[in-house]
Protein backbone atom coordinates (compact mmCIF):
# COMPACT_ATOMS: atom_id res chain seq x y z
CA UNK A 1 0.00 0.00 0.00
CA UNK A 2 3.16 2.34 0.62
CA UNK A 3 4.09 1.86 -2.66
CA UNK A 4 1.02 2.49 -4.45
CA UNK A 5 0.92 5.86 -2.25
CA UNK A 6 4.26 7.06 -2.98
CA UNK A 7 3.58 5.91 -7.21
CA UNK A 8 0.50 8.62 -6.87
CA UNK A 9 2.13 11.10 -5.49
CA UNK A 10 5.09 11.09 -7.64
CA UNK A 11 2.45 10.73 -10.89
CA UNK A 12 0.77 14.17 -9.26
CA UNK A 13 3.91 16.09 -8.98
CA UNK A 14 5.08 14.28 -12.52
CA UNK A 15 1.33 15.97 -13.89
CA UNK A 16 1.92 19.20 -11.63
CA UNK A 17 5.71 19.81 -13.57
CA UNK A 18 4.12 19.46 -16.97
CA UNK A 19 1.23 22.02 -15.94
CA UNK A 20 3.87 24.61 -15.09
CA UNK A 21 6.04 23.72 -18.02
CA UNK A 22 6.91 26.78 -20.63
CA UNK A 23 5.24 26.11 -24.10
CA UNK A 24 7.66 24.08 -26.69
CA UNK A 25 10.46 23.90 -23.92
CA UNK A 26 11.92 20.98 -22.24
CA UNK A 27 12.33 20.68 -18.68
CA UNK A 28 15.50 22.54 -16.65
CA UNK A 29 16.25 19.27 -15.69
CA UNK A 30 16.58 17.78 -19.19
CA UNK A 31 18.27 20.63 -20.63
CA UNK A 32 21.08 20.16 -17.68
CA UNK A 33 21.58 16.61 -18.38
CA UNK A 34 22.09 16.88 -22.28
CA UNK A 35 24.50 19.87 -21.10
CA UNK A 36 25.79 17.84 -18.40
CA UNK A 37 29.56 18.58 -19.29
CA UNK A 38 29.35 22.28 -18.31
CA UNK A 39 29.95 23.54 -14.97
CA UNK A 40 29.75 27.27 -15.00
CA UNK A 41 26.81 29.55 -14.94
CA UNK A 42 23.58 29.48 -16.00
CA UNK A 43 20.36 30.86 -16.91
CA UNK A 44 17.63 30.29 -15.18
CA UNK A 45 15.99 27.46 -17.31
CA UNK A 46 18.90 25.72 -17.34
CA UNK A 47 20.93 27.16 -20.50
CA UNK A 48 24.55 27.61 -20.15
CA UNK A 49 25.77 30.94 -19.83
CA UNK A 50 29.03 30.92 -21.31
CA UNK A 51 30.79 34.12 -19.57
CA UNK A 52 30.63 37.63 -21.68
CA UNK A 53 34.63 37.63 -21.53
CA UNK A 54 34.84 34.54 -23.32
CA UNK A 55 32.65 36.25 -25.90
CA UNK A 56 34.49 38.91 -27.00
CA UNK A 57 37.35 36.70 -27.38
CA UNK A 58 35.57 34.34 -29.23
CA UNK A 59 34.86 37.21 -31.93
CA UNK A 60 38.94 37.91 -32.42
CA UNK A 61 39.73 33.83 -33.30
CA UNK A 62 39.56 31.90 -36.71
CA UNK A 63 36.83 29.79 -37.62
CA UNK A 64 39.58 27.05 -39.13
CA UNK A 65 41.49 26.94 -35.87
CA UNK A 66 38.53 26.38 -33.88
CA UNK A 67 37.19 24.00 -36.04
CA UNK A 68 40.81 21.95 -36.15
CA UNK A 69 40.54 21.62 -31.97
CA UNK A 70 37.10 20.90 -32.37
CA UNK A 71 37.77 17.37 -34.42
CA UNK A 72 40.57 16.64 -32.55
CA UNK A 73 38.43 16.52 -29.25
CA UNK A 74 35.97 14.14 -31.31
CA UNK A 75 33.54 16.22 -32.31
CA UNK A 76 33.05 16.52 -36.06
CA UNK A 77 29.41 17.23 -36.49
CA UNK A 78 29.43 21.31 -35.51
CA UNK A 79 30.30 22.69 -38.90
CA UNK A 80 27.70 24.05 -41.34
CA UNK A 81 28.05 25.83 -45.06
CA UNK A 82 26.07 26.83 -47.80
CA UNK A 83 24.46 29.69 -46.17
CA UNK A 84 23.69 33.65 -47.78
CA UNK A 85 24.54 36.52 -45.49
CA UNK A 86 23.08 40.58 -44.92
CA UNK A 87 26.20 41.29 -44.33
CA UNK A 88 29.42 39.49 -45.19
CA UNK A 89 31.57 41.71 -42.76
CA UNK A 90 29.70 41.08 -39.68
CA UNK A 91 30.53 38.02 -37.76
CA UNK A 92 27.64 36.80 -35.79
CA UNK A 93 29.40 35.41 -32.36
CA UNK A 94 27.36 34.60 -29.07
CA UNK A 95 25.62 32.38 -27.26
CA UNK A 96 22.72 29.88 -28.83
CA UNK A 97 19.37 30.51 -28.24
CA UNK A 98 17.50 27.50 -30.61
CA UNK A 99 14.39 26.91 -32.14
CA UNK A 100 12.70 24.25 -34.02
CA UNK A 101 10.07 24.03 -36.23
CA UNK A 102 8.02 22.06 -38.32
CA UNK A 103 5.30 21.80 -41.00
CA UNK A 104 2.31 23.10 -39.72
CA UNK A 105 -0.98 21.12 -39.07
CA UNK A 106 -4.11 22.66 -37.56
CA UNK A 107 -5.32 20.82 -34.59
CA UNK A 108 -1.44 21.04 -33.31
CA UNK A 109 -0.94 24.59 -34.08
CA UNK A 110 -4.09 25.32 -32.15
CA UNK A 111 -2.87 23.60 -29.27
CA UNK A 112 0.66 25.35 -28.98
CA UNK A 113 -1.06 28.45 -29.43
CA UNK A 114 -3.63 27.57 -26.55
CA UNK A 115 -1.20 27.06 -24.54
CA UNK A 116 1.40 29.54 -25.13
CA UNK A 117 -1.60 32.53 -24.89
CA UNK A 118 -2.27 30.96 -21.40
CA UNK A 119 1.43 31.45 -20.62
CA UNK A 120 1.70 34.82 -21.70
CA UNK A 121 3.03 34.14 -25.30
CA UNK A 122 1.56 36.83 -27.90
CA UNK A 123 1.55 36.68 -31.64
CA UNK A 124 3.01 33.88 -33.68
CA UNK A 125 5.11 31.06 -32.36
CA UNK A 126 8.11 32.93 -34.67
CA UNK A 127 8.34 35.41 -32.37
CA UNK A 128 8.31 33.49 -29.37
CA UNK A 129 12.16 32.78 -29.27
CA UNK A 130 12.82 36.55 -29.74
CA UNK A 131 10.57 37.30 -26.31
CA UNK A 132 13.44 34.96 -24.77
CA UNK A 133 17.03 36.72 -26.05
CA UNK A 134 19.05 38.51 -24.28
CA UNK A 135 22.14 40.15 -25.05
CA UNK A 136 25.02 38.02 -25.96
CA UNK A 137 22.96 35.07 -27.37
CA UNK A 138 22.39 34.53 -31.11
CA UNK A 139 18.78 33.45 -32.20
CA UNK A 140 19.54 29.60 -34.16
CA UNK A 141 16.31 28.49 -36.24
CA UNK A 142 15.67 24.89 -37.77
CA UNK A 143 13.54 26.12 -40.55
CA UNK A 144 14.05 22.59 -42.09
CA UNK A 145 15.40 25.28 -45.09
CA UNK A 146 12.13 26.36 -46.00
CA UNK A 147 12.98 29.22 -48.55
CA UNK A 148 9.23 30.16 -50.25
CA UNK A 149 6.75 30.98 -47.07
CA UNK A 150 9.68 30.29 -44.60
CA UNK A 151 11.15 33.58 -44.19
CA UNK A 152 11.41 33.75 -39.98
CA UNK A 153 11.93 37.64 -40.13
CA UNK A 154 11.91 40.58 -42.30
CA UNK A 155 13.10 44.08 -40.89
CA UNK A 156 10.71 44.36 -38.11
CA UNK A 157 11.36 41.14 -36.57
CA UNK A 158 15.53 41.45 -37.35
CA UNK A 159 14.57 45.40 -35.20
CA UNK A 160 13.68 43.41 -32.26
CA UNK A 161 16.39 40.48 -32.20
CA UNK A 162 18.91 43.09 -32.44
CA UNK A 163 17.70 45.32 -29.95
CA UNK A 164 17.72 42.41 -27.45
CA UNK A 165 20.24 40.22 -28.37
CA UNK A 166 22.50 43.18 -29.89
CA UNK A 167 23.70 40.13 -32.00
CA UNK A 168 22.44 38.42 -35.73
CA UNK A 169 20.98 35.34 -36.59
CA UNK A 170 21.38 31.95 -38.02
CA UNK A 171 18.39 29.91 -39.49
CA UNK A 172 18.25 26.96 -41.78
CA UNK A 173 15.40 28.80 -43.89
CA UNK A 174 14.99 32.17 -45.67
CA UNK A 175 14.36 35.68 -44.29
CA UNK A 176 12.42 38.90 -46.10
CA UNK A 177 13.46 42.75 -46.39
CA UNK A 178 16.56 42.38 -47.46
CA UNK A 179 17.09 46.07 -48.18
CA UNK A 180 15.85 46.51 -44.53
CA UNK A 181 17.85 44.00 -42.64
CA UNK A 182 20.82 45.48 -44.23
CA UNK A 183 20.07 48.70 -42.73
CA UNK A 184 20.02 47.58 -38.98
CA UNK A 185 23.87 48.14 -37.93
CA UNK A 186 25.82 45.84 -36.58
CA UNK A 187 23.17 43.46 -37.57
CA UNK A 188 23.74 40.19 -40.25
CA UNK A 189 21.74 37.09 -40.59
CA UNK A 190 22.90 33.37 -42.10
CA UNK A 191 20.24 31.83 -44.19
CA UNK A 192 19.70 29.83 -46.64
CA UNK A 193 17.82 32.43 -49.50
CA UNK A 194 16.11 35.57 -49.43
CA UNK A 195 12.44 35.47 -50.25
CA UNK A 196 10.01 38.01 -50.56
CA UNK A 197 7.08 35.65 -49.34
CA UNK A 198 5.30 35.85 -45.33
CA UNK A 199 5.59 33.37 -43.05
CA UNK A 200 3.02 30.66 -43.33
CA UNK A 201 2.56 26.74 -42.80
CA UNK A 202 5.32 26.89 -40.08
CA UNK A 203 5.15 25.99 -36.54
CA UNK A 204 7.41 26.11 -33.32
CA UNK A 205 8.01 22.90 -32.01
CA UNK A 206 10.67 23.43 -30.09
CA UNK A 207 12.39 26.59 -27.56
CA UNK A 208 15.85 25.90 -26.17
CA UNK A 209 15.63 22.26 -27.02
CA UNK A 210 18.33 20.86 -29.24
CA UNK A 211 18.06 21.22 -32.56
CA UNK A 212 19.99 20.42 -36.16
CA UNK A 213 21.28 23.04 -38.56
CA UNK A 214 22.17 20.77 -41.99
CA UNK A 215 25.17 18.47 -40.61
CA UNK A 216 25.32 20.13 -36.91
CA UNK A 217 24.11 19.78 -33.52
CA UNK A 218 23.44 22.47 -31.65
CA UNK A 219 22.27 22.81 -28.15
CA UNK A 220 21.28 25.75 -26.58
CA UNK A 221 24.13 27.81 -24.95
CA UNK A 222 26.60 26.22 -27.58
CA UNK A 223 28.66 29.20 -28.09
CA UNK A 224 28.08 30.30 -32.00
CA UNK A 225 31.21 31.23 -34.26
CA UNK A 226 30.82 32.71 -37.65
CA UNK A 227 32.86 33.69 -41.20
CA UNK A 228 32.15 33.73 -44.51
CA UNK A 229 32.64 30.38 -44.89
CA UNK A 230 29.55 29.02 -42.26
CA UNK A 231 29.33 28.66 -38.73
CA UNK A 232 30.89 26.41 -36.18
CA UNK A 233 28.46 25.74 -33.13
CA UNK A 234 31.04 24.84 -30.19
CA UNK A 235 29.61 22.84 -26.84
CA UNK A 236 29.88 25.40 -24.34
CA UNK A 237 32.16 23.50 -21.89
CA UNK A 238 34.56 23.14 -24.29
CA UNK A 239 34.18 27.29 -25.49
CA UNK A 240 37.29 28.27 -23.01
CA UNK A 241 39.55 25.51 -24.73
CA UNK A 242 38.81 25.67 -27.81
CA UNK A 243 39.29 29.82 -27.56
CA UNK A 244 42.49 29.31 -25.56
CA UNK A 245 44.32 26.87 -28.33
CA UNK A 246 42.49 29.08 -31.14
CA UNK A 247 44.49 32.28 -29.29
CA UNK A 248 48.05 29.92 -28.88
CA UNK A 249 47.69 29.34 -32.52
CA UNK A 250 47.27 32.86 -33.37
CA UNK A 251 50.20 34.06 -31.49
CA UNK A 252 52.13 31.21 -32.80
CA UNK A 253 51.46 32.45 -36.53
CA UNK A 254 52.20 36.38 -35.30
CA UNK A 255 55.58 35.00 -33.94
CA UNK A 256 56.35 33.07 -37.02
CA UNK A 257 55.47 36.03 -39.67
CA UNK A 258 57.63 38.46 -37.55
CA UNK A 259 60.99 36.16 -37.30
CA UNK A 260 60.39 35.10 -40.95
CA UNK A 261 59.93 38.83 -42.41
CA UNK A 262 63.18 39.97 -39.86
CA UNK A 263 64.76 36.80 -41.20
CA UNK A 264 65.80 35.58 -37.57
CA UNK A 265 64.46 31.74 -38.74
CA UNK A 266 63.87 30.37 -41.89
CA UNK A 267 61.48 28.51 -43.03
CA UNK A 268 62.01 25.68 -42.94
CA UNK A 269 62.94 26.35 -38.64
CA UNK A 270 59.53 27.85 -37.93
CA UNK A 271 57.35 24.84 -40.01
CA UNK A 272 58.96 22.06 -38.35
CA UNK A 273 59.02 20.89 -34.93
CA UNK A 274 60.62 24.09 -32.47
CA UNK A 275 63.60 24.03 -31.59
CA UNK A 276 64.46 25.16 -27.84
CA UNK A 277 66.33 28.11 -29.63
CA UNK A 278 62.86 29.16 -31.68
CA UNK A 279 60.48 28.52 -27.96
CA UNK A 280 62.77 30.95 -26.54
CA UNK A 281 62.66 33.40 -28.77
CA UNK A 282 59.05 33.23 -28.73
CA UNK A 283 58.65 33.51 -25.00
CA UNK A 284 60.50 36.81 -25.15
CA UNK A 285 58.56 38.01 -28.30
CA UNK A 286 55.34 37.25 -25.62
CA UNK A 287 57.25 39.33 -22.76
CA UNK A 288 57.60 42.32 -25.33
CA UNK A 289 54.20 42.20 -26.89
CA UNK A 290 52.03 41.42 -23.68
CA UNK A 291 49.19 42.89 -25.45
CA UNK A 292 48.70 39.76 -27.90
CA UNK A 293 47.54 37.24 -25.54
CA UNK A 294 44.84 36.80 -23.70
CA UNK A 295 45.43 33.15 -22.49
CA UNK A 296 47.15 32.59 -18.91
CA UNK A 297 50.59 31.62 -18.01
CA UNK A 298 49.36 27.85 -17.25
CA UNK A 299 47.66 27.46 -19.95
CA UNK A 300 50.51 28.92 -22.21
CA UNK A 301 52.99 26.57 -20.30
CA UNK A 302 50.65 23.55 -20.57
CA UNK A 303 51.06 24.59 -24.89
CA UNK A 304 54.82 24.83 -24.61
CA UNK A 305 55.19 21.66 -23.15
CA UNK A 306 53.80 19.74 -26.03
CA UNK A 307 56.34 17.91 -28.46
CA UNK A 308 54.50 19.86 -31.68
CA UNK A 309 51.76 21.82 -32.23
Known amino acids: MKYYKLLTLALIASIGGYREAKAQTISKDELIFFTSEWKGERFADGRPKIPDALIERAKKIGIEEAWTVLRNEGYNNQFEGGWKLVNDTIPVVGRAVTAMFMPSRPDVEKSIKERGAKQGRKGNTNSWPIDILTKGDVYVADGFGKIRGGTLIGDNLGNSIFSKSGNGVIFDGSARDLSGLKEIKGFNAFVRDFDPSYLEEMVLMGLNTPIRIGRALVLPGDLVL?????????????????????EFIDLRDKFSHAMLKAGTFATGEIDSQWTNQIKDAFMKWLDQNPNETKITRAQLDAFMEKRTW
Do not use: C, D, M
Not at 226 to 246: D, R, T
Open 226 to 246: SEKEGVLFIPAHLAEKVIAIA
